[in-house]
């Protein structure tokens, strides 16, 4: 049947509110009909008063013109006023039933899911619900004629006779005379007044009558007037040789107006208008058209100005009012009521009263399109209506108002027109005599169409909830199109507003027995709800029940973890339950499953819900279709082939692991090892490399939840896998298949209380190399349902793109597995003798025990450690039994004791800062630097010495010391990583080993504390006072002290207390000891070789192109012993130097990457050395109280010694072939910026009492000038130091007297003491020469006239460096300085 297409919901209420006529024929022109398969000939009609051409001008009912381009006429056969019966719920429900009949009840355009289709978003509501459509044109033709209102009323009596009777006029009087002319002449709102149309009809089948057809139609022109029309039909009377397409296009015109106003009449295959040609079709089109034009809107027009005229003072205001009232209190019975009670009980007004004229004349200004004045008109009539309380009337005129406020193209607000509706409505349901649910109903359809027609969805929810709770059905449909409003939003589709209106629906549906819709509707909020939780909330990594069923869509999947869940299990309850009454147990089987997946649900349902759902399938089963799950569980063989997938319990497969070897300590995995320090890290496409050797156990932890309330049982859970042996395994084993690829453990029972998590651990034993692939988990639900669990990583978000990174993408999810290598190493690692606890400084030894359990030989084994100056690690040795590993331990030890230690020593070492925390422990070694080594850390003759491999089945023994380097607790990293080739050749670019990494606890406790402090020299200035304190902090605890080692390339410490017989220093519980020593320069010609170095380097680095590479050359270190106990170690043992080496370049790195984070740490070792040339590292050796318990060491590195030796930033000026354009890829602007950081570390670094030059005045005589006079001359020798290893100065040295007084404020320090008249006498200038570390004496003389302590402190030195270029950098420090005494100088004159 042909749907209904109305393009613009304007023009249905047009047709629903336009002029009708009533059709009366003689028994002739039915049989004419009869034989165009039209009952009567209004049918005959009906398809032409659809849209009549008018295209006329004609006035409105304040005389302005206006067109009036189309029309629309209904025609009936029969009026009369008739009491209605009120609806029933069941004749409602009966009604909207038949209109769902034929429909599609199961297309859901709008909803995918994704969400809402917006291309189906601008399709009207109407096709998403065509038995809305069919209702409510079904509707709107059922409606009656009533006394309030002349919509239903005929304007006009078309009387219609056949040119063939005797005496057509005749025929036509006599129709004058019918029962339904009298009864629109008296019960119509038209009254005597009513327009009569004659229509003379010559049917083609007489051919007899068509000489005298013209003359008949004269007389009946004469006869009735101009109102007359002459029609011929029923052309085609040679049937044969009709055209088949112009008949079925003939016949079509017909069918559409009938599917139009009868759309629950059935017509299947009926023909219409075979004896019709497309002449007579225009003719019939003319006729009524004339009809229009001619007869009705003139008429119409003409009652409008007559009705206008009489009723002018009505509408004119309160005239008329007033008289009425003043009738009504004052006077008597002069004049009879206006008013009657019609049949339904309800007041209505006399059609001859002016507010019956009033309807009348708005009514028919309606249905002329002159909607303005209508509305006005109808707003007069509205205040009549309510003053004489004719409820029905006047809930007419106000949804009249509200028509005509929305049937103008001006968008009001609601507060305008809503008002209107919602009392007519009121008024008709609970004013009136009866309610006029009908009517209401009506105005209900009528409203929502013009909301529709404005696109003020928005308002529509609000009116259609307006239908009555007992109109059953149509409450349901009215929810629905609630429901569509949500989504015809104009900013966005509400989701959740639609998912709860169609709730609403479904149990309406579900009421009135129409259990399709209701399917329907609770499909649509599964589709809704699961849309926008995709779009509002993080998807679950839990998959749907099944992606191909249900929905077609993955709603299970976002309403398992929502907050809808009541909502949820309600729809799949409905759904589950519907499914089984259809014996649709697929679908039921899959909605019972849905309900296994919230904690929201009350435990009483959720064990119901489980019941049902075991019970279902056991009584089921052998009815199932289980193809999805086969294709889920594609190679399952058996009865798991028969396993659903079930949301019960949750497996979360991110959370799942992969464990190689599970019995071994340790994390294990396949990790980058590279040079430079960096811990070894994932691969660079960031994928998980599972492997595993031949025969090695594999474990596979699942996070197993229950996400119900009810406690679950899962009976034999294991894994389903597959195995995809390698090629040359094939060809070993050839097709036995007898001995399986791998074997798998099952877990008996795994049981599940509500809401607990639980690790179920799956272990798998490979046999062969190959892959395997785990591709999911099977167990039986409650021993009952067996089930299967699909396992898949979801990929990761993607974010290379600028697309990507906009819209959130993701890469395919990848299944669980691993690949089974026969040359893949596995190397067990057993750490003994590893402490928790350690004081600070004190060393324990530790051992490493290495095991290969593979058949191949590990030609690769390295060694990272994340603190390297926490330990020191030994050379390993190859051991064969627990004899030879206690030797190997018993052998070595870190201190070594000596009775002849030397008191300064010199050592020549290697410079280079190196990274310490990797070490090779088998295959070649390495150094840091990724070249070949017999070096470890810059010390030659200290180097670790790997083994060659470690074959199968061997141990390898690596002593560990491990030392309390920081107070404090500490998580310690260690990673071992093993290859079968050798790789360590490729650790510059990064090389693939199976890596299996460890985590210690360490919790160091303090024992020393040790301070360093600096005091100048007062004899020379070019020595240092070192003084170290040193304080136990231990209780109850005695250390002590062995020997102090200072190590420095250019000073020697000396203590200033010596003996013969080195002297024991114990320090006891809570003690505090100072030891003093005096830092000598140790040669004068010092080159600074490690700073001249990283100046040459930072300007390399900064201005030019290329970057450094070179590394500095080896610098000689002085050893300064100093024994404090019976016997001294030796510091430059191997074992105890590199570990001290590597813990001072661990400690200079870390200092550099704080000091220039602007620097990579890459190019660290070609710019700054280990050692610097001025820098003191201190080591204090310690033990326990007897010599036989704990050692230890402390240390502290870089003592400054306050001496100025700021080269830094010397390198800041660009050299003289100037500074390159580019700084790598670099700006102008990030040099400058690297320029500034280091140059503000160098002043932050330096040190306010910093004096380049200094000056030292010593006594060296005194004598009388004459034995009878008292004058004294005191010699005095004056040195002038000079403490830049870079440059010579030019010196001028003024001594200055107290007579002096202009300068002597500035130039004398403040004192105290004794104070004698003393002046400088000789000379006072003095101009000198000092060389770089070098001084300059000369003699002066001081008179006396009283002997005693002087200060003669009091002189100016000016300074200027020797053949030193222009800095040319706003950085580089000043090479002229003026100088004057910072201390008091005291000389004591005395004979």
């Given at each position: 049947?042909?749907?209904?297409?109305?393009?613009?919901?304007?023009?249905?209420?047009?047709?629903?509110?336009?002029?009708?006529?009533?059709?009366?024929?003689?028994?002739?022109?039915?049989?004419?009909?009869?034989?165009?398969?039209?009952?009567?000939?209004?049918?005959?009609?009906?398809?032409?008063?659809?849209?009549?051409?008018?295209?006329?001008?004609?006035?409105?009912?304040?005389?302005?013109?206006?067109?009036?381009?189309?029309?629309?006429?209904?025609?009936?056969?029969?009026?009369?006023?008739?009491?209605?019966?009120?609806?029933?719920?069941?004749?409602?429900?009966?009604?909207?039933?038949?209109?769902?009949?034929?429909?599609?009840?199961?297309?859901?355009?709008?909803?995918?899911?994704?969400?809402?289709?917006?291309?189906?978003?601008?399709?009207?509501?109407?096709?998403?619900?065509?038995?809305?459509?069919?209702?409510?044109?079904?509707?709107?033709?059922?409606?009656?004629?009533?006394?309030?209102?002349?919509?239903?009323?005929?304007?006009?009596?078309?009387?219609?006779?056949?040119?063939?009777?005797?005496?057509?006029?005749?025929?036509?009087?006599?129709?004058?005379?019918?029962?339904?002319?009298?009864?629109?002449?008296?019960?119509?709102?038209?009254?005597?007044?009513?327009?009569?149309?004659?229509?003379?009809?010559?049917?083609?089948?007489?051919?007899?009558?068509?000489?005298?057809?013209?003359?008949?139609?004269?007389?009946?022109?004469?006869?009735?007037?101009?109102?007359?029309?002459?029609?011929?039909?029923?052309?085609?009377?040679?049937?044969?040789?009709?055209?088949?397409?112009?008949?079925?296009?003939?016949?079509?015109?017909?069918?559409?107006?009938?599917?139009?106003?009868?759309?629950?009449?059935?017509?299947?295959?009926?023909?219409?208008?075979?004896?019709?040609?497309?002449?007579?079709?225009?003719?019939?089109?003319?006729?009524?058209?004339?009809?229009?034009?001619?007869?009705?809107?003139?008429?119409?027009?003409?009652?409008?100005?007559?009705?206008?005229?009489?009723?002018?003072?009505?509408?004119?205001?309160?005239?008329?009012?007033?008289?009425?009232?003043?009738?009504?209190?004052?006077?008597?019975?002069?004049?009879?009521?206006?008013?009657?009670?019609?049949?339904?009980?309800?007041?209505?007004?006399?059609?001859?009263?002016?507010?019956?004229?009033?309807?009348?004349?708005?009514?028919?200004?309606?249905?002329?399109?002159?909607?303005?004045?209508?509305?006005?008109?109808?707003?007069?009539?509205?205040?009549?209506?309510?003053?004489?309380?004719?409820?029905?009337?006047?809930?007419?005129?106000?949804?009249?108002?509200?028509?005509?406020?929305?049937?103008?193209?001006?968008?009001?607000?609601?507060?305008?027109?809503?008002?209107?509706?919602?009392?007519?409505?009121?008024?008709?349901?609970?004013?009136?005599?009866?309610?006029?649910?009908?009517?209401?109903?009506?105005?209900?359809?009528?409203?929502?169409?013009?909301?529709?027609?404005?696109?003020?969805?928005?308002?529509?929810?609000?009116?259609?909830?307006?239908?009555?709770?007992?109109?059953?059905?149509?409450?349901?449909?009215?929810?629905?199109?609630?429901?569509?409003?949500?989504?015809?939003?104009?900013?966005?589709?509400?989701?959740?507003?639609?998912?709860?209106?169609?709730?609403?629906?479904?149990?309406?549906?579900?009421?009135?027995?129409?259990?399709?819709?209701?399917?329907?509707?609770?499909?649509?909020?599964?589709?809704?709800?699961?849309?926008?939780?995709?779009t509002d909330e993080s998807e679950s990594s839990e998959k749907p029940v099944n992606d191909k069923s249900?929905?077609?869509?993955?709603?299970?999947?976002?309403?398992?973890?929502?907050?809808?869940?009541?909502?949820?299990?309600?729809?799949?309850?409905?759904?589950?339950?519907?499914?089984?009454?259809?014996?649709?147990?697929?679908?039921?089987?899959?909605?019972?499953?849905?309900?296994?997946?919230?904690?929201?649900?009350?435990?009483?349902?959720?064990?119901?819900?489980?019941?049902?759902?075991?019970?279902?399938?056991?009584?089921?089963?052998?009815?199932?279709?289980?193809?999805?799950?086969?294709?889920?569980?594609?190679?399952?063989?058996?009865?798991?082939?028969?396993?659903?997938?079930?949301?019960?319990?949750?497996?979360?497969?991110?959370?799942?692991?992969?464990?190689?070897?599970?019995?071994?300590?340790?994390?294990?995995?396949?990790?980058?090892?590279?040079?430079?320090?960096?811990?070894?890290?994932?691969?660079?496409?960031?994928?998980?490399?599972?492997?595993?050797?031949?025969?090695?156990?594999?474990?596979?932890?699942?996070?197993?939840?229950?996400?119900?309330?009810?406690?679950?049982?899962?009976?034999?859970?294991?894994?389903?896998?597959?195995?995809?042996?390698?090629?040359?395994?094939?060809?070993?084993?050839?097709?036995?298949?007898?001995?399986?690829?791998?074997?798998?453990?099952?877990?008996?029972?795994?049981?599940?209380?509500?809401?607990?998590?639980?690790?179920?651990?799956?272990?798998?034993?490979?046999?062969?190399?190959?892959?395997?692939?785990?591709?999911?988990?099977?167990?039986?639900?409650?021993?009952?349902?067996?089930?299967?669990?699909?396992?898949?990583?979801?990929?990761?978000?993607?974010?290379?793109?600028?697309?990507?990174?906009?819209?959130?993408?993701?890469?395919?999810?990848?299944?669980?597995?691993?690949?089974?290598?026969?040359?893949?190493?596995?190397?067990?690692?057993?750490?003994?003798?590893?402490?928790?606890?350690?004081?600070?400084?004190?060393?324990?030894?530790?051992?490493?025990?290495?095991?290969?359990?593979?058949?191949?030989?590990?030609?690769?084994?390295?060694?990272?450690?994340?603190?390297?100056?926490?330990?020191?690690?030994?050379?390993?040795?190859?051991?064969?039994?627990?004899?030879?590993?206690?030797?190997?331990?018993?052998?070595?030890?870190?201190?070594?004791?000596?009775?002849?230690?030397?008191?300064?020593?010199?050592?020549?070492?290697?410079n280079v800062l190196r990274d310490c925390s990797m070490f090779v422990l088998a295959g070649p070694a390495?150094?840091?630097?990724?070249?070949?080594?017999?070096?470890?850390?810059?010390?030659?003759?200290?180097?670790?010495?790997?083994?060659?491999?470690?074959?199968?089945?061997?141990?390898?023994?690596?002593?560990?010391?491990?030392?309390?380097?920081?107070?404090?607790?500490?998580?310690?990293?260690?990673?071992?990583?093993?290859?079968?080739?050798?790789?360590?050749?490729?650790?510059?670019?990064?090389?693939?080993?199976?890596?299996?990494?460890?985590?210690?606890?360490?919790?160091?406790?303090?024992?020393?504390?040790?301070?360093?402090?600096?005091?100048?020299?007062?004899?020379?200035?070019?020595?240092?006072?070192?003084?170290?304190?040193?304080?136990?902090?231990?209780?109850?605890?005695?250390?002590?002290?062995?020997?102090?080692?200072?190590?420095?390339?250019?000073?020697?410490?000396?203590?200033?207390?010596?003996?013969?017989?080195?002297?024991?220093?114990?320090?006891?519980?809570?003690?505090?000891?100072?030891?003093?020593?005096?830092?000598?320069?140790?040669?004068?010609?010092?080159?600074?070789?490690?700073?001249?170095?990283?100046?040459?380097?930072?300007?390399?680095?900064?201005?030019?192109?290329?970057?450094?590479?070179?590394?500095?050359?080896?610098?000689?270190?002085?050893h300064s012993n100093a024994v404090l106990g019976h016997q001294g170690i030796d510091s430059t043992h191997?074992?105890?130097?590199?570990?001290?080496?590597?813990?001072?370049?661990?400690?200079?790195?870390?200092?550099?990457?704080?000091?220039?984070?602007?620097?990579?740490?890459?190019?660290?070792?070609?710019?700054?050395?280990?050692?610097?040339?001025?820098?003191?590292?201190?080591?204090?050796?310690?033990?326990?109280?007897?010599?036989?318990?704990?050692?230890?060491?402390?240390?502290?590195?870089?003592?400054?010694?306050?001496?100025?030796?700021?080269?830094?930033?010397?390198?800041?000026?660009?050299?003289?072939?100037?500074?390159?354009?580019?700084?790598?890829?670099?700006?102008?602007?990030?040099?400058?910026?690297?320029?500034?950081?280091?140059?503000?570390?160098?002043?932050?670094?330096?040190?306010?009492?910093?004096?380049?030059?200094?000056?030292?005045?010593?006594?060296?005589?005194?004598?009388?000038?004459?034995?009878?006079?008292?004058?004294?001359?005191?010699?005095?020798?004056?040195?002038?130091?000079?403490?830049?290893?870079?440059?010579?100065?030019?010196?001028?040295?003024?001594?200055?007297?107290?007579?002096?007084?202009?300068?002597?404020?500035?130039?004398?320090?403040?004192?105290?003491?004794?104070?004698?008249?003393?002046?400088?006498?000789?000379?006072?200038?003095?101009?000198?020469?000092?060389?770089?570390?070098?001084?300059?004496?000369?003699?002066?003389?001081?008179?006396?006239?009283?002997?005693?302590?002087?200060?003669?402190?009091?002189?100016?030195?000016?300074?200027?460096?020797?053949?030193?270029?222009?800095?040319?950098?706003?950085?580089?420090?000043?090479?002229?300085?003026?100088?004057?005494?910072?201390?008091?100088?005291?000389?004591?004159?005395?004979?």
């Amino acid at each position: 049947m042909p749907r209904p297409t109305l393009a613009q919901k304007r023009d249905f209420v047009a047709k629903a509110f336009c002029p009708r006529a009533l059709v009366l024929s003689t028994p002739a022109i039915a049989d004419a009909c009869a034989v165009n398969n039209c009952s009567t000939f209004a049918d005959l009609l009906a398809p032409f008063g659809q849209d009549v051409s008018t295209q006329i001008t004609i006035q409105d009912g304040q005389g302005a013109p206006y067109f009036l381009d189309k029309l629309n006429i209904k025609f009936t056969t029969d009026f009369k006023i008739e009491k209605r019966s009120t609806h029933s719920r069941t004749e409602i429900d009966d009604l909207v039933h038949t209109s769902v009949l034929d429909s599609d009840q199961t297309n859901v355009p709008f909803l995918t899911e994704h969400g809402v289709d917006p291309s189906a978003l601008s399709s009207d509501t109407s096709v998403w619900a065509p038995w809305y459509t069919l209702f409510r044109q079904q509707w709107m033709t059922t409606m009656q004629p009533s006394e309030h209102e002349s919509f239903m009323h005929p304007v006009a009596c078309v009387l219609v006779a056949s040119g063939s009777e005797d005496d057509p006029v005749g025929a036509l009087r006599t129709l004058q005379a019918h029962a339904a002319v009298n009864r629109v002449q008296t019960q119509g709102f038209s009254g005597a007044n009513v327009l009569f149309y004659y229509v003379l009809v010559h049917d083609g089948r007489d051919p007899g009558v068509l000489q005298t057809i013209d003359h008949t139609f004269d007389q009946v022109r004469r006869a009735f007037g101009q109102n007359s029309s002459l029609l011929k039909i029923n052309s085609n009377t040679d049937l044969i040789d009709a055209d088949t397409s112009e008949q079925s296009k003939i016949s079509s015109i017909w069918a559409n107006t009938l599917s139009t106003t009868q759309p629950l009449d059935p017509h299947p295959d009926s023909v219409f208008g075979s004896m019709l040609n497309m002449r007579d079709v225009t003719a019939l089109r003319d006729t009524v058209k004339q009809m229009m034009v001619r007869g009705i809107v003139p008429h119409m027009q003409y009652m409008i100005r007559v009705l206008s005229d009489q009723t002018a003072n009505q509408r004119r205001g309160i005239t008329g009012r007033l008289f009425s009232a003043g009738r009504r209190y004052f006077g008597t019975a002069a004049k009879a009521s206006n008013t009657l009670t019609g049949v339904d009980g309800d007041t209505y007004f006399r059609y001859d009263s002016a507010e019956a004229q009033m309807r009348k004349l708005a009514d028919y200004s309606f249905m002329l399109k002159d909607f303005r004045f209508a509305q006005s008109v109808y707003q007069v009539a509205r205040r009549d209506f309510q003053s004489e309380k004719a409820w029905k009337c006047y809930a007419g005129a106000q949804e009249m108002v509200g028509v005509c406020k929305l049937m103008l193209e001006v968008h009001a607000t609601r507060a305008e027109f809503d008002s209107n509706f919602e009392d007519a409505v009121t008024m008709y349901l609970h004013k009136t005599h009866a309610p006029c649910q009908h009517l209401a109903i009506r105005c209900i359809i009528i409203y929502y169409e013009l909301l529709k027609h404005h696109k003020l969805y928005s308002f529509a929810p609000t009116t259609l909830l307006r239908v009555p709770n007992s109109s059953g059905a149509l409450r349901a449909m009215a929810c629905e199109q609630a429901a569509y409003a949500f989504l015809k939003f104009p900013n966005r589709p509400e989701l959740r507003k639609f998912s709860f209106y169609a709730m609403l629906a479904a149990q309406e549906y579900q009421r009135a027995g129409i259990a399709s819709l209701a399917h329907r509707c609770l499909r649509m909020v599964r589709l809704s709800l699961g849309a926008t939780l995709a779009t509002d909330e993080s998807e679950s990594s839990e998959k749907p029940v099944n992606d191909k069923s249900l929905d077609g869509s993955g709603t299970s999947r976002a309403l398992a973890s929502s907050n809808w869940s009541s909502i949820d299990s309600y729809i799949n309850h409905e759904l589950g339950t519907q499914c089984m009454a259809a014996q649709d147990y697929d679908h039921a089987l899959q909605y019972f499953m849905a309900l296994m997946g919230s904690d929201q649900i009350p435990p009483k349902l959720q064990s119901k819900y489980l019941q049902e759902l075991l019970q279902l399938y056991l009584e089921s089963s052998d009815k199932l279709d289980l193809e999805s799950e086969k294709e889920l569980a594609a190679g399952l063989d058996g009865a798991q082939n028969k396993r659903v997938e079930l949301s019960v319990p949750t497996i979360d497969a991110r959370m799942t692991r992969v464990i190689m070897s599970p019995d071994l300590e340790g994390e294990d995995g396949v990790l980058e090892w590279r040079n430079g320090g960096p811990a070894p890290s994932a691969l660079v496409n960031g994928s998980a490399d599972h492997r595993c050797s031949v025969g090695e156990s594999v474990a596979v932890l699942l996070v197993v939840k229950n996400p119900l309330t009810i406690g679950i049982t899962l009976n034999g859970f294991t894994l389903d896998c597959h195995f995809d042996a390698a090629l040359d395994a094939k060809a070993t084993n050839g097709d036995e298949s007898e001995s399986p690829a791998f074997a798998i453990t099952t877990v008996d029972t795994v049981v599940l209380e509500g809401g607990q998590t639980s690790m179920v651990t799956v272990t798998i034993t490979t046999h062969c190399a190959g892959r395997l692939t785990i591709r999911g988990a099977t167990y039986l639900l409650c021993d009952i349902l067996p089930t299967y669990k699909t396992l898949k990583m979801p990929g990761k978000r993607l974010n290379d793109t600028m697309e990507q990174r906009v819209t959130p993408t993701y890469s395919a999810d990848t299944q669980l597995g691993f690949q089974v290598d026969a040359s893949f190493p596995r190397l067990e690692a057993v750490l003994e003798d590893f402490p928790d606890t350690l004081m600070s400084g004190s060393m324990q030894r530790a051992l490493i025990r290495l095991t290969n359990r593979t058949q191949q030989s590990c030609q690769s084994i390295m060694l990272w450690l994340s603190h390297p100056s926490f330990f020191d690690v030994a050379s390993p040795q190859l051991v064969d039994t627990d004899e030879a590993s206690a030797e190997l331990a018993e052998s070595q030890s870190m201190y070594v004791y000596s009775d002849n230690v030397e008191a300064t020593s010199e050592v020549l070492a290697a410079n280079v800062l190196r990274d310490c925390s990797m070490f090779v422990l088998a295959g070649p070694a390495i150094a840091s630097d990724g070249s070949a080594a017999g070096t470890e850390c810059g010390v030659k003759s200290h180097a670790l010495i790997p083994v060659e491999t470690l074959g199968p089945g061997e141990s390898l023994l690596v002593p560990v010391w491990i030392r309390g380097d920081r107070v404090g607790a500490h998580t310690l990293s260690m990673a071992i990583g093993a290859s079968t080739t050798q790789s360590t050749r490729a650790l510059t670019t990064g090389c693939k080993m199976r890596t299996r990494k460890f985590e210690i606890d360490l919790v160091v406790t303090p024992s020393l504390r040790v301070n360093a402090f600096v005091r100048p020299s007062v004899q020379n200035p070019h020595e240092r006072i070192l003084g170290i304190e040193i304080e136990n902090v231990q209780s109850g605890l005695d250390i002590q002290l062995v020997q102090s080692t200072f190590t420095s390339g250019h000073y020697e410490l000396l203590p200033l207390r010596t003996g013969t017989t080195p002297r024991v220093v114990q320090i006891g519980s809570k003690q505090t000891v100072n030891l003093m020593y005096k830092a000598r320069p140790r040669a004068r010609d010092v080159q600074a070789q490690p700073e001249q170095f990283t100046i040459s380097a930072l300007q390399q680095y900064i201005f030019a192109k290329d970057k450094p590479t070179a590394v500095p050359a080896p610098i000689r270190l002085v050893h300064s012993n100093a024994v404090l106990g019976h016997q001294g170690i030796d510091s430059t043992h191997s074992s105890l130097q590199a570990y001290i080496a590597r813990s001072q370049a661990h400690r200079r790195r870390t200092m550099l990457r704080n000091a220039y984070p602007l620097i990579p740490e890459k190019f660290h070792s070609a710019l700054f050395p280990l050692y610097e040339t001025f820098g003191i590292d201190f080591v204090l050796f310690w033990s326990e109280t007897g010599g036989k318990g704990r050692m230890g060491h402390h240390s502290i590195t870089g003592i400054d010694l306050g001496v100025p030796h700021d080269y830094i930033n010397e390198a800041l000026t660009p050299p003289a072939s100037g500074a390159a354009r580019m700084w790598l890829k670099d700006t102008e602007h990030d040099r400058q910026e690297l320029i500034q950081s280091i140059a503000n570390r160098s002043a932050a670094s330096a040190h306010r009492t910093e004096r380049t030059l200094d000056v030292a005045l010593r006594l060296t005589g005194v004598r009388r000038v004459s034995e009878a006079d008292a004058l004294c001359v005191a010699d005095i020798e004056v040195s002038v130091y000079n403490h830049s290893w870079q440059h010579a100065y030019n010196a001028t040295l003024r001594l200055i007297s107290p007579s002096e007084s202009d300068q002597a404020s500035e130039t004398k320090p403040e004192s105290s003491g004794p104070q004698a008249a003393w002046t400088w006498c000789g000379v006072t200038t003095h101009t000198l020469s000092v060389d770089p570390l070098g001084s300059v004496c000369v003699q002066a003389q001081v008179a006396c006239s009283a002997l005693g302590i002087i200060d003669v402190g009091m002189w100016e030195l000016s300074a200027t460096a020797v053949n030193a270029t222009a800095a040319t950098s706003p950085y580089a420090k000043s090479l002229e300085c003026k100088l004057h005494p910072l201390h008091p100088s005291f000389i004591n004159v005395t004979i």
